[in-house]
């Protein structure tokens, strides 16, 4: 029952001390199958572990916004009826690339964790339902597909010249967005008519109650791992470690913020500075009359950031203009060793030493314009509030008494 509804004829009073609470929180269950196989080739020059799952998650934990008349913002608690499926498989491949008698050693250790993530079962008898997170982005909850999958108006594109718009079936007009308010002009998106009716927007619109909203992306990485390669040269000794993600999406918070605050008159303060700067539009192609025409050709990438032009709330997530491609291969560090000779070490009366420098943070390949795609939350989200990792080298001696 919503704070301040009634009970039989009697008004019931929120809490202004406990909140809204939830007393009967429970750890969540899981019912998991596994099987695996573990083998060694080749006089044990080759590993192969393979771990295959099916995992079963009931009553997790989940936090939902709230309607704002109930007086809170959000609740987190024990969904009972939101059952989340995950299955896949965890592979472990390790090999020891040369013979033995080579003065050169190179072993390698690549793990790959696939998972196919699914929501299994939803309440009343499984509906489903639309819920906003914290950055106004829309996500479906639906049996069978991801969860937390972005729900949003399908980003094409700009429309660069007046050519290019098309018309209104009904009407002969051109399109409209936000249900009929802005005629479509160059320089604007193209967002996916999917009623084709003439008009794109995300609310209800003719009897579509999620108006022109589909699935657009998965936060949910497919392929997750690994890979470490360790060399070996007399004294010298070099690992190097890699991390990746493959096949996950992820919007550009941080960057939508900031071309919202250009666009939607969101003015800045020395307490959202970080925030609402100004970005760097060096590297934007973004849609400018100017260049539409210089060039009868001229594609732009990003629609006109003109902050006196007309705003109907287009540098919001309600598309997936943000989107990006999540995926990253990443050099986490590189650590070089020398391990000084025992011949040196006992006479200056030491058991053993070793000389060494450590690279953390080395490189990272990726497609998305995100300083570090691996900085963001669970939703896919990256709002640029976390720490950067710095690219850092440490030089240090191991002294064995």
Not at 255 to 263: A, E, L, M
Not at 364 to 379: H, K, R, W, Y
Request: aromatic share 14%; hydrophobic share 35%; net charge neutral.
């Amino acid at each position: 029952m919503l704070p301040g509804t009634y009970a039989g004829g009697t008004a019931v009073q929120p809490s202004y001390t406990n909140g809204l609470t939830k007393n009967n929180l429970t750890w969540t269950k899981t019912i998991q199958k596994n099987i695996g196989i573990e083998t060694q080739l080749f006089n044990s020059r080759v590993s192969l572990t393979v771990d295959v799952y099916d995992k079963l998650s009931k009553d997790d934990y989940y936090n939902f916004e709230l309607p704002f008349y109930t007086g809170f913002e959000s609740i987190e608690f024990n969904a009972h009826d939101l059952w989340v499926s995950n299955r896949g498989a965890d592979i472990t491949l390790a090999t020891r690339n040369l013979f033995r008698n080579s003065p050169l050693q190179w072993n390698t250790q690549l793990t790959v964790s696939y998972n196919k993530n699914a929501i299994a079962k939803l309440p009343n008898n499984n509906r489903t339902f639309v819920v906003d997170d914290a950055y106004g982005a829309s996500r479906i909850y639906a049996v069978g597909q991801p969860i937390y999958e972005m729900f949003q108006l399908k980003y094409m594109g700009v429309y660069n010249r007046q050519s290019d718009i098309p018309f209104n079936p009904l009407t002969g007009n051109v399109v409209t967005y936000f249900k009929g308010n802005h005629k479509v002009v160059p320089g604007d998106p193209i967002w996916l008519d999917v009623n084709n009716i003439g008009d794109v927007w995300p609310d209800e619109d003719n009897g579509a109650q999620y108006g022109d909203r589909i699935p657009t992306g998965d936060p949910n990485p497919r392929f997750t791992g690994g890979w470490v390669n360790d060399f070996t040269y007399k004294n010298f000794s070099l690992s190097i470690v890699s991390i990746y993600t493959w096949k996950r999406d992820v919007i550009n918070t941080y960057f939508q913020q900031q071309i919202g605050n250009i666009v939607g008159g969101y003015s800045s303060n020395i307490y959202t500075f970080a925030n609402g700067r100004l970005p760097d539009l060096s590297g934007i192609n973004y849609w400018t009359p100017e260049k539409a025409m210089k060039d009868a050709s001229y594609k732009a990438d990003f629609p006109s950031i003109n902050p006196f032009g007309p705003s109907y709330y287009q540098f919001i997530p309600i598309s997936s203009m943000f989107n990006e491609d999540g995926s990253y291969f990443k050099i986490k560090n590189v650590v070089l060793g020398y391990q000084l000779p025992h011949s040196f070490t006992q006479k200056i009366k030491l058991a053993g030493a070793r000389v060494y420098a450590i690279a953390d943070n080395v490189l990272t390949l990726t497609n998305s314009t995100m300083p570090n795609p691996e900085l963001v939350d669970q939703l896919g989200n990256y709002t640029g509030g976390i720490y950067p990792t710095p690219f850092k080298v440490t030089v240090g001696v191991d002294i064995q008494f």
